[in-house]
């Protein structure tokens, strides 16, 4: 079953009064339910664009990308808010938490905003146990190492059960120990839970742990792989 | 609690603007709490005065003083129900023109048949109410008796002697046999005396060369009028100047106009503190904008995890209005100290200035709540209007 289909996304900006920098070129690939993909390419290819797009932070200058069946581009801006906040989670490279909140309040951060509240407090901390984290949930951003705040942001993105989790550069600010550690979590995840990642890197070490890798390069697809065996150094985790 | 952790953690930058918001605050309501003090002075000065007629001596005789030969003339007047003497005299002699603020200290008497026409009642708070037969007692205002530090039963030597006092300056032991309830108008800076004793102490005031020529049971400071119901006193007043000779009758109206000074001075107070305040909105208003730009990429998160465009805009018009509300508090907790101080201090010199009352606290904390939502509407809107994109690329 198809969870995201993109079609001929093409993305803009503007760059001073003249210029404009195209930085998605007319991609069109569709991605499963459940899939766990990397998205590769050099600095300015494209990643953060495709995922800024996927993930409704940006509306494309033309295109669509379709969530689940909706074309998301024809939503209001409420409504791209709100599906957003109710299908899609979301982990950055650094500085993912809010540092005035504790570890289980971050976790808890997009209820908040879904109109959930404390209700969904059992849950965040089931989702801290899940990470590991279940001894350090009133620790506050300050307090934990940046592999324990990626951890907790993994467990923020799942908070509201979302269909897609979009990862920019997770493993971006860690050393490899730490990277295997929360591609392993990322991939346990996946497995169990059934939920779409797409994780954007320019580690090909870490893109190829996962079961597909699409290359961008100049804002186009250069190259979408389906890695039947993958051969990075998560195999030996599984 | 997010909000006090965000205050917290800029903690320079907020304090700072908490503090300028705090002055702003203070300076409200110290400058209210003049203006609250004068207009319940100038409120009570209307009462009393709108409700009768002062009639003085308009003869070549002694400024000050009237003769109670008037009061028999003045009662056949048309209109009116009863004439009544009133003696008014400094209670510190030679300590007016030094000071400015505050009602001077004053030794009264007041007809006792007066308290059933005027508007300004009074009450007593200890003690008892003069006696009418008896000579030698006081009946202080709340104000003066806590100025002298008297309690019923005490004694108080009236007028009070000045430091620089004449060698022929004379004063008289007064009993404290009540203190009255405090009014926040003429009545609480006023030593009440029987007429035998006023009439002593206002021949005792006058020069020497015409203190012995004068009978002092005949003197009073003035004669109090009161119409009949439904009288104009205005037109009574001018009737009493057109029949009796030798009196000046001054129209209530003319009275109360001339307390429109003391609403000049409460408009320049409250324009001044207002200037104050504007200080603090701009501080609010710049440490929110910073706040915005320091946290573009909390905004971003908030937004990325399902917050709208007003959720943002809330949480920093909330933020804004407490900072804005902590400073109104700590401003106006200050400022109604420091009125209590300046008072306490300056109560030993008759300068009694400040009156916080509770419609001050809500004015100082309304302005300190609409200063901070006021002030907090920009940022908020920049926040809300944030573009999630470029601040997630930004850091």
């Known amino acids: ?238 | 609690m997010e909000i006090f952790h965000n205050i917290a953690q800029r903690r320079l930058r907020n304090t700072l603007t908490i503090s300028g918001i705090a002055i702003g605050i203070l300076a409200l309501t110290l400058t209210g709490a003049m203006a609250e003090h004068f207009h319940a002075q100038f409120e009570g000065g209307v009462t009393y005065f709108s409700s009768n007629i002062q009639v003085t001596d308009d003869a070549a005789g002694y400024a000050g003083v009237i003769s109670l030969s008037k009061i028999d003339p003045i009662q056949k007047v048309p209109g009116v129900a009863v004439a009544l003497p009133s003696i008014g005299l400094m209670a510190r002699p030679g300590s007016a023109g030094g000071v400015p603020l505050g009602l001077p200290d004053t030794i009264v008497y007041t007809d006792p048949r007066e308290r059933d026409h005027t508007r300004l009642k009074t009450a007593i708070a200890y003690g008892r109410q003069l006696q009418p037969s008896r000579q030698g007692e006081v009946v202080l205002g709340y104000d003066l008796a806590s100025e002298f530090r008297v309690r019923v039963g005490d004694s108080l030597d009236l007028p009070i002697r000045p430091p620089n006092a004449n060698p022929d300056f004379v004063n008289h032991p007064f009993k404290v046999v009540g203190i009255l309830k405090k009014t926040n108008t003429l009545p609480d800076a006023t030593a009440s005396v029987g007429l035998f004793d006023a009439q002593m102490l206002l021949q005792e005031s006058l020069p020497a060369s015409f203190r012995d020529r004068v009978d002092p049971s005949s003197l009073a400071s003035r004669i109090t009028v009161y119409g009949k119901p439904g009288a104009d006193l205005d037109r009574l007043a001018d009737r009493i100047n057109a029949s009796v000779p030798g009196v000046k009758a001054t129209r209530p109206t003319d009275f109360v106009n001339s307390f429109d000074q003391g609403a000049r001075f409460t408009a320049i107070a409250i324009g001044t503190a207002l200037l104050a305040i504007l200080f603090g909105a701009v501080l609010v208003v710049n440490t929110m904008l910073v706040a915005v730009i320091d946290r573009r990429r909390e905004i971003a998160l908030k937004v990325t995890f399902g917050a709208r465009a007003w959720h943002i805009g809330v949480e920093y018009l909330l933020e804004a209005t407490m900072i804005a509300l902590v400073g109104g508090v700590i401003g106006f907790a200050v400022g109604a100290g420091l009125a209590a101080l300046l008072d306490l201090a300056g109560r030993t010199v008759d300068m009694d200035v400040f009156l916080v009352t509770d419609r001050l606290a809500k004015v100082a904390l309304g302005f300190a709540l609409a200063l901070g939502v006021g002030a907090g509407i920009i940022p908020a809107l920049r926040a809300a209007r944030l573009d999630p994109d470029l601040a997630l690329r930004a850091l």
């Open chain 1, 1 to 238: 079953m198809v969870a995201i289909e993109v079609r001929d996304l093409t993305r803009k900006y503007r760059q001073g009064e003249a210029n404009t920098v195209q930085a998605l070129d007319s991609v069109t690939l569709s991605i499963d339910a459940g899939e766990f993909v990397s998205l590769v390419g050099r600095s300015g290819s494209g990643k953060t664009t495709f995922l800024h797009c996927v993930g409704l932070l940006l509306r494309p200058t033309s295109g669509q990308v379709i969530i689940d069946g909706i074309d998301t581009t024809a939503l209001t801006d409420g409504q791209r808010t709100d599906f957003r906040g109710r299908r899609i989670g979301f982990v950055f490279r650094d500085q993912n938490l809010l540092p005035t909140l504790t570890a289980l309040q971050n976790v808890m951060l997009p209820l908040r905003y879904g109109g959930i509240g404390r209700s969904g407090r059992n849950r965040a901390r089931e989702l801290l146990d899940l990470v590991g984290l279940g001894d350090v949930t009133h620790h506050r951003p300050g307090q934990l190492t940046v592999g324990q705040s990626q951890r907790v942001a993994i467990a923020r993105a799942l908070i509201r059960a979302p269909t897609l989790v979009l990862a920019d550069e997770p493993t971006g600010e860690v050393d490899n120990e730490t990277s295997d550690e929360l591609l392993f979590i990322m991939q346990q995840l996946n497995r169990t839970s059934g939920v779409t990642f797409i994780i954007a890197t320019h580690d090909v070490d870490v893109a190829t742990c996962m079961d597909r890798m699409i290359r961008l390069s100049d804002g186009q697809v250069g190259a979408d792989e389906r890695l039947r065996v993958p051969r990075g150094r998560l195999t030996s985790l599984r």
